[in-house]
């Protein structure tokens, strides 16, 4: 018998499975990667226009949900989100009154949804985001374009516009300024520590606030190098997760973490085998 009381050739073929599995696991991470890489490397070559055409209009809620919400937190003192909520459909409120076309006024709720998920984070019921999100689609389906319009969808903000989104924040911003937006842009553009795509969105977005002059291609040609870089570097670093991950699982690693994946991948061997 052989560990975990499994007969030596079942644990042989096992490992031998599990050898082929990170062989052609390696493989494969590595041509996906490789390639998203590639066109990351591509993009930086060419130029601005090039990236700004790949990014998405979820991604740009995302980040104008981190903005707004960060906002919130640096001026409601104390913070509550019962507080930011009402701040939030005041806000509304005001936007309706200039936007006619339920289009404008769903665009609205959608950035408010990511506003509140950014705030409340993910939870299987009670989200606020949500009611949102519901306001959105009834709004967005009274166009006969939109009429079949998913919630899936609206979450991913399918119907919207990347560069209409960046102009609804601004206006958000400025309806929610008291006087200190401009001391909050600056430090949102002085900001070193980027880390997710979010926060690459919110800069963004941040800086087309700013810079209304002159300016403006030389904070954009600069956030387009870090960006880039960035992407470059999350493809390094999903590959390395991935192929530590198979390691684990044929042995590669010491330890309960992959002596765990082993067992799982044992179960379905020896359930393929039955």
């Known amino acids: 018998m052989g560990i975990l009381g499994w007969p030596k050739n079942m644990l042989k073929g096992l490992v031998s499975t599990g050898s082929m599995m990170t062989s052609v696991g390696g493989f494969v991470t590595g ?34 949900g ?64 949500e009611s949102y999100q519901t306001e959105a689609v009834a709004l967005l389906r ?9 919630r899936n969808e609206l979450f991913r903000g399918t119907p919207f516009v990347p560069e209409e989104l960046i102009a609804t924040t601004h206006r958000m911003l400025l309806e929610l300024d008291d006087g200190h937006l401009a001391d ?23 800086i087309t606030l700013k810079y209304q002059d002159d300016a403006l291609p030389e904070a954009i040609s600069d956030w387009f190098e870090q960006y880039c870089d960035f992407k470059i570097a999350q493809t390094h670093h999903r590959e ?8 684990a699982a044929t042995g590669g690693l010491p330890g309960t973490v992959g002596m765990d994946l082993l067992g799982r991948l044992a179960k379905m061997v020896v359930k393929k085998r039955g």
């Open 142 to 150: 009274k166009n006969p374009r939109f009429r079949s319009l998913s």
């Open 66 to 129: 981190l903005l707004l919400a960060e906002w919130l937190e640096y001026r409601l003192n104390p913070f509550s989100l019962v507080l930011a909520e009402k701040h939030l459909q005041s806000l509304l409120t005001n936007m309706d009154k200039a936007d006619a076309l339920p289009e404008d006024r769903a665009r609205s709720r959608f950035v408010v949804s990511k506003v509140l998920f950014r705030l409340e984070g993910f939870k299987l019921s009670q989200c606020r985001y």
């Open 240 to 247: 390395s997760m991935i192929n530590t991950s198979l390691s």
């Open 31 to 64: 041509r996906v990667m490789a390639r998203s890489r590639r066109r990351w490397e591509q993009t930086k070559a060419t130029n601005v226009e090039a990236l700004l055409a790949q990014i998405t209009a979820y991604e740009i809620g995302r980040g104008a």
């Open 184 to 206: 909050y842009i600056q430090a949102v553009v002085q900001r070193q520590d980027l880390k997710t795509d979010a926060d690459y969105m919110a800069y963004l977005i941040a």
